[in-house]
Antibody, heavy 124, light 103 residues
Framework: EVQLVESGGGLVQPGGSLRLSCAASGFTFSDHYMDWVRQAPGKGLEWVGRTRNKANSYTTEYAASVKGRFTISRDDSKNSLYLQMNSLKTEDTAVYYCARGIADGDGDNWFDPWGQGTLVTVSS | EIVMTQSPATLSVSPGERATLSCRASQSVSSNLAWYQQKPGQAPRLLIY???TRATGIPARFSGSGSGTEFTLTISSLQSEDFAVYYC?????FGQGTKVEIK
């Protein structure tokens, strides 16, 4: 069974840092792009960023709202994805989901599956 | 940046009826569109990709259509488990969601 399990969420003060992890199982993790998507309380979905696979040089992309503050990394030997979040703001409060990104090579991409999410609360 | 606009924001439907949800892109995205279902307290679930291909395990009552800038998700006969929020997605952009509620 393909599964993604996030961890590391919690309460952090504005300006603080937090590192989220996502453990993958049931598929060849190293072959796939991996993404982070977040959802503020009562709001819609917002893409956070992506790490591509080794074949695509592990390149990363970020949403403008987090660029320069968040860093995505992966450890293929541990089937794990990470999100290092620095300089956190109250508006970063959200449930953070990791998701496997699937690209068809023709410009299309989608996310499947998703983890259950981990809540990050930024508050003083 | 492409903007995805979903309508309506809320759709009230009786069980057994058809539901039609719309998603409009601010510029052509060809057939590069996915749909997700999200129930309260749960992660989103992929329903449709490539505008019209059902994901593994998705019931046939869910269908997607459209290309270019106009897309539709149709639920042919709503079941109790289908009342949820539905999102469209193109690359890194999600629509704001349509909530399907019981009429």
């Amino acid at each position: 069974e393909v599964q993604l399990v996030e961890s590391g969420g919690g309460l952090v003060q504005p300006g603080g840092s937090l590192r989220l992890s996502c453990a993958a199982s049931g598929f060849t993790f190293s072959d796939h792009y991996m993404d982070w998507v977040r959802q503020a309380p009562g709001k819609g979905l917002e893409w956070v960023g992506r790490t591509r696979n080794k074949a695509n040089s592990y390149t990363t992309e970020y949403a403008a709202s987090v660029k320069g503050r968040f860093t995505i990394s992966r450890d293929d030997s541990k089937n794990s994805l990470y999100l290092q979040m620095n300089s956190l703001k109250t508006e970063d409060t959200a449930v953070y989901y990791c998701a496997r990104g699937i690209a068809d090579g023709d410009g299309d991409n989608w996310f499947d599956p998703w983890g259950q999410g981990t809540l990050v609360t930024v508050s003083s | 940046e492409i903007v995805m606009t979903q309508s309506p924001a809320t759709l009230s439907v009786s069980p057994g009826e058809r539901a039609t949800l719309s998603c409009r892109a601010s510029q052509s995205v060809s057939s590069n569109l996915a749909w997700y279902q999200q129930k309260p307290g749960q992660a989103p679930r992929l329903l449709i990709y490539g505008a019209s291909t059902r994901a593994t395990g998705i019931p046939a009552r869910f269908s997607g259509s459209g290309s270019g800038t106009e897309f539709t998700l149709t639920i042919s006969s709503l079941q109790s488990e289908d009342f949820a929020v539905y999102y469209c997605q193109q690359y890194e952009t999600f629509g704001q969601g349509t909530k399907v509620e019981i009429k």
